[in-house]
């Protein structure tokens, strides 16, 4: 076995329906006595059950998360923290959201609880983002990493079921790099080949049955596998290109992973055959990015950027921005093959 590094991320984790009832007695666990109750807009009915459900415990809600965390956004909710005197931030909803808690934590050293009711995984990283004058800059701290999550399957049951596809595959993202990451290790690769195999199943479930909270319980603990690799290990040519491709040409996330994965996937198939071999497994398929493909379409995902905003004409300059720092992956970046990856997802081929 080759030598590697481990890094356990220390988060309090709990898991299963009606954990949300939970929520005081975590906050109290703290030593916490006033929250600020972040969401989104759209899920300011969310927010204020979680309000509720902390009463005096509640100091306040900031109901303005939105994607990539603009610098403007966290201010004002850095504010309105400082106002209330919160000891806290209770974070119900997406990576945008827990992504404000983050934005919060960095300036004033304030726990986090994580309500996720995505699969995108942030709940489990320590890598924040913030969004000024168009640029998205990422960084780690472990300032950042919230102290607890609650993981409460009932509360994914109203994810619309595109979303829950797309967000599934997102998180499938996060363990297929880990496979072949450099700075992988054996216990991430067990959770990796897990998280997909979780997902893989339960997303049909999930299209079929959205409401099935079994089903939903499976896909959530998919998606904690996965956001913990994310956590864990370096991710490589995939989340650098959705990187690119969402924050240069303002693309939705979720979707981007999406369609690029297989082609990701597909570029680095040679240099990663036992990565490619469990994810394949993982999904049983006899290919990792044709199984990943077809995971996608057969579920309704869109598979093509062109039919999710994507210019042809911006194409040059995402490979421009792809090829212009270099990072370890298995198969080197070379400029050719990363533009035919581009054209590849663009067109929504099935990988050869
Ligand atoms: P999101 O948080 O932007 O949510 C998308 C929409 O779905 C929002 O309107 C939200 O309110 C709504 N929504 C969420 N859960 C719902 C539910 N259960 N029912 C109904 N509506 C619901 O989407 P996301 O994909 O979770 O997060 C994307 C953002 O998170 C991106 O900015 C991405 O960069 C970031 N992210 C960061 C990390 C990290 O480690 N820092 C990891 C993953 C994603």
Redesign the pocket.
């Known amino acids: 076995m080759k030598p590697f590094t481990y890094i356990g991320r220390p988060a309090r984790v709990l898991f299963g329906a009606g954990t949300l009832q939970q929520l005081s007695a975590e906050v109290d666990r703290l030593g916490a006595r006033k929250a600020i109750v972040l969401s989104?807009p759209?899920?300011r009915a969310s927010a204020e059950m979680v309000a509720a459900l902390l009463g005096a415990r509640a100091a306040g809600v900031f109901d303005r998360a939105v994607?990539?965390v603009p610098i403007e956004t966290a201010r004002e909710a850095r504010a309105y923290a400082a106002k209330l005197g919160a000891d806290c931030a209770v974070a119900i909803?997406?990576?945008?959201?827990v992504?404000l808690g983050k934005a919060i934590a960095l300036e004033s050293p304030l726990p986090i609880v994580a309500i996720p009711?995505?699969y995108?995984?942030?709940e489990m990283?320590s890598?924040?983002?913030i969004t000024e004058a168009g640029l998205k800059k990422t960084g780690r701290d472990d300032r950042v990493l919230p102290r607890t999550v609650l993981y409460d399957p009932e509360?994914?049951l109203?994810?619309?079921v595109a979303?829950s596809i797309t967000?599934g595959m997102?998180a499938i993202a996060h363990a297929a790099e880990g496979l072949y990451s450099a700075t992988s290790n054996p216990i991430i690769e067990l959770m990796a080949e897990e998280g997909i195999r979780a997902l893989g199943q339960a997303l049909p479930r999930v299209r079929a049955q959205p409401r099935d909270i079994e089903v939903r319980g499976d896909a959530l603990y998919g998606a904690w596998l996965c956001g913990t690799v994310?956590a864990s290990v370096d991710m490589a040519l995939h989340h650098k290109l959705c990187h690119t491709l969402g924050g240069s040409f303002n693309l939705p996330?979720?979707e981007v992973h999406t369609i690029v994965l297989p082609h990701a996937l597909a570029y680095n198939a040679a240099a990663a055959p036992e990565a490619m071999r469990k994810i394949a497994r993982a999904l049983e398929g006899k290919s990792a990015p044709r199984a990943v493909y077809d995971l996608a379409r057969d579920n309704g995902a869109a598979v093509a950027l062109k039919d999710i905003g994507m210019k042809a004409q911006d194409l040059d300059q995402a490979c421009d921005i792809a090829m212009s720092n270099q990072y370890p992956n298995p198969r080197p970046l070379e400029r050719d093959a990363i533009r035919a990856l581009l054209q590849d997802a663009f067109e929504g081929a099935r990988p050869a």
Do not use: F, R
């Not at 909803?93 to 959201?97: A, H, I, L």
């Open positions: 989104t759209e899920q994607m990539h909803g997406g990576g945008s959201t992504g009711t995505t995108a995984g942030s990283t890598v924040y983002g509360l994914t109203g994810l619309p979303m967000s997102n994310l996330h979720a």
